[in-house]
């Protein structure tokens, strides 16, 4: 039972690059969520999702789509990436109509030079 | 904007003592608080979780204090271990609703010296 998996690990981008983190979770959890990580401000909510095809803004949407076209998946693609956009990304998911805890990834370290 | 604030920034404690982190919320529609613990290089795992209902949650050497007149929760880590040296971040998630949108602090680093 592998949980919730993101790959890439590391990233290195340059100023206007695109790229796709991926997110797969196999405990046909409803929910899943996009956070980001920056020293001093914990985790900010970037997209949500309550199932197959549907998806919401979070706090911090700007720069970043998603979609969700299986229960599996959701992916995180940055458009243009930007210095702004150097964290850490972390996927989590959820049974919907909770509350429920979160299960997280190991999250995607990124830096955008 | 920022709607459950976590204090302290950072803490130390001895090993033996007690970890005390506080949070406090705005938003009187929360109804459930959890905490989450997160070692280094690795993701938040949940550690304990409270409903309003409820002012106090103990599990292990955890546990929750709520006080939903203040609107504060806190975490208490009693006989404290280098074991528990981590960001612990609190949480609330909003009342109602087919989501299950949660609401971070800003983390609180724990270091347990031995």
């Known amino acids: 039972n592998a949980g919730v998996t993101q790959t890439p690990k590391f990233q290195v981008l340059k100023t206007g690059q695109s790229m796709t983190l991926q997110c797969a979770q196999d405990?046909?959890?409803?929910?899943m969520s996009w956070y980001r990580q920056d020293p001093g401000m914990g985790l900010r909510l970037i997209h949500y999702?309550?199932?197959?095809?549907?998806?919401d803004q979070g706090e911090v949407p700007n720069g970043y789509n998603v979609s969700r076209s299986t229960t599996e998946d959701f992916p995180l693609r940055l458009l243009s990436a930007a210095p702004s956009q150097t964290s850490v990304y972390f996927c989590?998911?959820?049974?919907?109509?909770?509350?429920?805890?979160?299960?997280f990834g190991s999250g995607t370290r990124l830096t955008v030079v | 904007q920022q709607q459950v604030k976590q204090s302290p920034q950072s803490l130390i404690v001895q090993k033996g003592g007690i970890s005390i982190i506080n949070c406090a919320y705005e938003?009187?529609?929360?109804?459930?608080f959890p905490w989450y613990q997160q070692f280094p290089g690795k993701g938040p795992a949940l550690l304990i979780a409270?409903?309003?209902?409820?002012s106090e949650k103990k599990e292990g050497r955890f546990t929750i204090s709520f006080n939903k007149s203040a609107k504060q929760f806190s975490l208490h880590i009693m006989d404290s271990q280098p074991g528990d040296s981590a960001t612990y971040f609190c949480?609330?998630?909003?009342?109602?609703?087919?989501?299950?949108?949660?609401?971070f602090g800003t983390g609180t680093l724990l270091a347990v010296q031995p």
């Open positions: 989590a998911s959820s049974y919907s109509n909770g509350p429920y805890g979160y299960t």
């Open positions: 405990m046909n959890h409803e929910y």
């Open positions: 999702s309550v199932g197959a095809g549907i998806t």
């Open positions: 938003n009187t529609a929360f109804d459930y």
């Open positions: 409270i409903r309003p209902d409820v």
């Open positions: 949480a609330a998630r909003g009342y109602g609703g087919a989501t299950n949108k949660l609401i």
